[in-house]
């Protein structure tokens, strides 16, 4: 198939900005159905209007087979944007077909969404981490009937996930020396600086504590080696392509070697995942890839890789969902940010705990226990997601309780089988009547 221009070109652009996979299978998908869509009116990019491209917007949203809600179009209507900002950049048009109003860009939707917050329960994480990845029956025994592949390096991936909150592409992109892990020897813990592969490059240091470094062990001991002495004839033929790491040097903070044919020093922490997932290490025995994860042919796994070792997790916790020691599922399956949102939330209620208990212990004046409550839990977890603004890590604060927890422990008695009307339980739930009062 010929390139078709100048979506090529505008394709590669975006790639270059370092948007992922997804969000590009994404965007292309939109395109490809507007173009559609201007081709059945006898139109094309250039000669699209403003009430073309506000048609599409309404049949995506109405009458497609498929109709979408405003997140999808907010997402299809940014593609959209960029795509038509580029063509004006270029000179292929004048610019977008639509008007910019006071609120914004009138394409959009012009809905703000305050995205929940789903994370896991304690009974939930470890079933999705010993029975989804690690093969395990609900009771703990071994599922004999497991067909599953690496186990060890997916469970200690979630661990990690869970124990530093990390993003998919920060903790599944990390280099063995990173951890302290090159040259056969562990640490106990180990303190991580991102930079490149951190969300819009946004440096921030991250701690891994002692049982995410643990559970490491049977991965790195059993599975790890294994991979590597498979993937040896693989690597060895595309040795061209890869990055020759000659040695590790600054204790663990730069790697030296041979890269297209010229000897270089690269800082790990400013590598981007795509030269990552090419380094390797020419240990005189054979080629060891510095990648933490890596599957098959010895690479760095992608995100689509982790994204299929998931939905197998789920389909396993379907299965055994009906075991009575089987905690209660969500309805959509689990995803690695929710790792990161049960890191956050967690970490959250500890610091916010500990600020309580030093103001009973001091007897600290209200103003300072609220400065607590507010101000240091918040800024702490702020700085370990790397959130650029406070706004997004106050997301938590509403999950700090379970509002449904609430609920049903103040209307465990009450049921209308019990003779409790809605005036009633809505007098309740408004506090307005007491907790003690008796059903009419």
Known sequence: MRPVEPLSSWFRVIGQQGLDAKTMRAYAYTVLMLLNFLTARGLDLRLATENDVLEFRRWRREDAEETVGEATWDRDAAAIGRLYDYLAQVGYVSGRPWRATGRGESLGSG???????????????????DVGFGGLEPGGGLDLGFRGWRPHRNRSALE??????????EWSTLLLPELGLAGGRRPAVADVDLAACAKYGRPRSVYVPRDAM??????LLLERPGIVATAQRTLRRQVRDLFLVQRIEGDGTRVRGVLEGVTVTRVIKDMKPGLRRVTVLETGGGLDPLALFIGQGGRMLTGSGWDR????AWKRMKQWSVHEAAP?????????HDTRHTFALRLLVF????ALDDVDAEQTPMATLLEHMVGNPLLVVQRRLGHAHPSTTYRYIRYLKDPMREVDAAFRRWSAAGGASYVTVARRLMHLEPAGATQG
């Open 111 to 129: 809905v703000s969404r305050d995205p929940r917050v789903r994370h896991m329960e304690l009974d939930q994480y470890l079933f999705f981490r």
């Open 160 to 169: 990690l996930a869970l124990m530093t909150g990390m993003r998919i592409q």
């Open 214 to 219: 643990e559970l490491l062990d049977p991965y």
């Open 309 to 312: 070792i998931r939905w197998r």
């Open 328 to 336: 209660v599922l969500p309805r959509r399956c689990w995803v690695f």
């Open 351 to 354: 610091l916010t705990r500990e």
